[in-house]
C-alpha cells in the first residue's frame, strides 16, 4: 500500500506569516491529492483536490502544488481562524490513506 | 443541502458487536459512492471501508478486514457499517464520507457529524 507522509507534524506561526506544509507519497499518486482542515472538535472539510484545484468558498490565501510523490499545501498569510490540524490525502484508489496531520497553531 | 447522520455509537465491551448508520438527504444517495472514516481521539484520520453505489464493489482496511462489514439500503437512504469481534484499538470517532461525482478517483467532498465507538470493559 502507498503510504503518505505530512512534514512537519506540528508547527507554531505568527498571523500574517506564511506558512508550508508538505506531504510525500510513497509511489507515483500522479494529481490524486487531497488537503482536509479539521478544526478542534470539528468535523475534516475539503480545501484542496487533485493536488491545486482550490474548493468552492475556501480563501484564496490557501493554495497546494504537486505531482507524483510530493505535494505542498501553502497558507499565504496564515489568519487566527486557520488554526486546525491538515491532513493530506491520496484518492486515485483504496486504501484512501492520509498523512498523519500537520498542526499549526499561533 | 447534504446532510450524512451517523447513529448507533456506544460503549460496547471488547468482543462485542455494533452496527452504526448513516443517513443521507440532500442528494441522489443512490448514485454516489460511500466511506466510512474513523479518528481515535486525539489521533488521525484513517479510512474504514468503501462501498459502490449499488452495494458493490466493498473494500476495507487491513485493520478491520474480516471483522467489519460495510452495507447499504439505497430505497432508504442508509448506509451501514456491522462491528464485530471490537478491540479497544476500534475505539474511535466514526464518519461516513460521500465521494464526490464527476471527477476521477474517489474524493470524499462531504463528512457527516460523526457517532464515538468505545470499545472498553
Known amino acids: 500500500d502507498i503510504q503518505m507522509t505530512q512534514s512537519p507534524s506540528s508547527l507554531s506561526a505568527s498571523v500574517g506569516d506564511r506558512v508550508t506544509i508538505t506531504c510525500r507519497a510513497s509511489q507515483d499518486i500522479s494529481y490524486y491529492l487531497a488537503w482536509y482542515q479539521q478544526k478542534p472538535g470539528k468535523v475534516p472539510k475539503l480545501l484542496i483536490y487533485?493536488?491545486?484545484t482550490l474548493q468552492s468558498g475556501v480563501p484564496a490565501r490557501f493554495s497546494g502544488s504537486g505531482s507524483g510523490t510530493d505535494f505542498t499545501l501553502t497558507i499565504s498569510s496564515l489568519q487566527p481562524e486557520d488554526v486546525a490540524t491538515y491532513y493530506c490525502?491520496?484518492?486515485?484508489?483504496?486504501?484512501?490513506?492520509f498523512g498523519g496531520g500537520t498542526k499549526v497553531e499561533i | 443541502e447534504v446532510q450524512l447522520v451517523e447513529s448507533g455509537g456506544g460503549l460496547v465491551q471488547p468482543g462485542g458487536s455494533l452496527r452504526l448508520s448513516c443517513a443521507a438527504s440532500g442528494f441522489t444517495f443512490s448514485t454516489y459512492e460511500m466511506n466510512w472514516v474513523r479518528q481515535a481521539p486525539g489521533k488521525g484520520l484513517e479510512w474504514v471501508s468503501y462501498i459502490g453505489t449499488s452495494g458493490s464493489p466493498i473494500y476495507y482496511a487491513d485493520s478491520v478486514k474480516g471483522r467489519f462489514t460495510t452495507s447499504r439500503d439505497n430505497a432508504k437512504n442508509l448506509l451501514y457499517l456491522q462491528m464485530s469481534s471490537l478491540r479497544a484499538e476500534d475505539t474511535a470517532i466514526y464518519y461516513c464520507a460521500r465521494v464526490r461525482g464527476g471527477v476521477p478517483g474517489r474524493l470524499i467532498d462531504y463528512w457527516g457529524q460523526g457517532t464515538l465507538v468505545t470499545v472498553s470493559s
Open positions: 490525502q491520496k484518492y486515485n484508489g483504496v486504501p484512501l490513506t
Open positions: 487533485a493536488a491545486s
